[in-house]
């Protein structure tokens, strides 16, 4: 049997990029496609901080229920949006080669950082906690929308800098000159991996994304995730969370933040390549341990109590 696989995808020109890349690796191995863009309700509430509009997974779940519904055969993602319980029947198929994972600062300048004041922008939770936890004295502001509103946004304020994924730039072609990389701000979960998930009964389908999985990949966001879960983090609190793999170690870095920036728990482990099963989990429970637990709690609080 052969079948038009229909790609769901959210309009925005980085998605459509993602879905596009997906797409085209499809036909290179002998598939027909057709590419179905969906409005979420993440990119048509671009006033409201993320964590306040109440759940996760808010920029894939119309594509979830449309998948659910039939409409569409796969979504394709940024896997820091995804939530790490998938909706059921619905599954992970394929982990595309990872892009880079850096946070960057795109900038007007950078006296600011010697100086005791700087506005910074950032709708991310992680992004503004680990700011202000090198910058306690600066101002962070809330910076929504797609990547070209953002860019448009902090042209037209009078901001410092604002905060990107180096990946989403890069994959659009929008990575200005003016911009420095993070190295030392712990990136989101996932961040720089594309995520393509389909229905679990639809056997044609997951097979032929099988072929486009990449396995070091798969391996590093997964144990990412797992870290992500065990702490209880979805899009609510302040995580960062990084595996890399060489000559046969996993190398993690993880830590938990409070909104404001000033506590931070952190982490590193080794681990064999062989022996990495529950290792995001052991990495979460010792974060746990060490205040964890409480700060997890006082997080929730202040931010339900701001909803």
């Given at each position: 049997?052969?079948?038009?696989?229909?790609?769901?995808?959210?309009?925005?020109?980085?998605?459509?990029?993602?879905?596009?890349?997906?797409?085209?690796?499809?036909?290179?191995?002998?598939?027909?496609?057709?590419?179905?863009?969906?409005?979420?309700?993440?990119?048509?509430?671009?006033?409201?901080?993320?964590?306040?509009?109440?759940?996760?997974?808010?920029?894939?779940?119309?594509l979830?229920v449309?998948?659910?519904?039939g409409?569409?055969?796969?979504?394709?993602?940024s896997?820091?949006?995804?939530?790490?319980?998938?909706?059921?029947?619905?599954?992970?198929?394929?982990?595309?080669?990872?892009?880079?994972?850096?946070?960057?600062?795109?900038?007007?300048?950078?006296?600011?950082?010697?100086?005791?004041?700087?506005?910074?922008?950032?709708?991310?939770?992680r992004?503004?906690?680990?700011?202000?936890?090198?910058?306690?004295?600066?101002?962070?502001?809330?910076?929504?929308?797609?990547?070209?509103?953002?860019?448009?946004k902090?042209?037209?304020?009078?901001?410092?800098?604002?905060?990107?994924?180096?990946?989403?730039?890069?994959r659009?072609?929008?990575k200005?000159?003016?911009?420095?990389?993070?190295n030392?701000?712990?990136?989101a979960?996932?961040?720089?991996?594309?995520?393509?998930?389909?229905?679990?009964?639809?056997?044609?389908?997951?097979?032929?994304?099988?072929?486009?999985?990449?396995?070091?990949?798969?391996?590093?966001?997964?144990i990412?995730?797992?870290?992500?879960?065990?702490?209880?983090?979805?899009?609510?609190a302040?995580?960062?969370?990084?595996?890399?793999i060489?000559?046969?170690?996993?190398?993690?870095?993880?830590?938990?933040?409070?909104?404001?920036g000033?506590?931070?728990?952190?982490?590193?482990?080794?681990a064999?390549?062989?022996?990495?099963?529950?290792?995001?989990?052991?990495?979460?429970?010792?974060?746990?341990?060490?205040?964890g637990?409480?700060?997890?709690?006082k997080?929730?609080?202040?931010?339900?109590?701001?909803?």
């Amino acid at each position: 049997m052969n079948k038009v696989i229909r790609i769901g995808t959210r309009d925005s020109e980085l998605a459509l990029w993602q879905a596009t890349t997906v797409q085209n690796a499809l036909e290179k191995a002998g598939h027909e496609t057709e590419l179905i863009p969906v409005k979420s309700t993440g990119d048509l509430n671009l006033n409201q901080p993320l964590y306040e509009m109440g759940i996760t997974g808010i920029f894939t779940k119309t594509l979830d229920v449309a998948m659910i519904n039939g409409d569409i055969d796969i979504a394709v993602h940024s896997m820091k949006d995804v939530p790490t319980a998938l909706p059921k029947g619905i599954v992970e198929a394929a982990v595309l080669k990872r892009a880079d994972n850096k946070d960057i600062l795109i900038h007007k300048g950078l006296d600011f950082l010697e100086q005791e004041k700087g506005t910074i922008a950032t709708g991310s939770l992680r992004r503004k906690a680990q700011w202000l936890n090198k910058h306690p004295n600066h101002k962070v502001v809330d910076l929504r929308g797609n990547v070209n509103t953002r860019m448009k946004k902090l042209e037209e304020n009078e901001w410092n800098a604002a905060i990107f994924a180096a990946a989403g730039l890069e994959r659009i072609e929008l990575k200005p000159e003016n911009y420095i990389d993070l190295n030392w701000m712990i990136p989101a979960p996932a961040q720089g991996a594309m995520l393509v998930v389909a229905m679990e009964h639809d056997e044609f389908t997951r097979k032929a994304l099988k072929l486009l999985n990449h396995r070091e990949s798969e391996i590093s966001v997964h144990i990412e995730r797992e870290f992500l879960q065990v702490l209880e983090g979805g899009c609510t609190a302040p995580i960062g969370a990084l595996a890399t793999i060489k000559d046969n170690l996993v190398y993690f870095k993880g830590a938990l933040f409070s909104l404001d920036g000033k506590q931070k728990i952190g982490v590193e482990k080794t681990a064999s390549i062989d022996n990495i099963q529950n290792f995001g989990r052991s990495c979460a429970e010792k974060v746990l341990a060490e205040g964890g637990k409480e700060l997890m709690r006082k997080i929730k609080t202040e931010i339900n109590s701001k909803a």
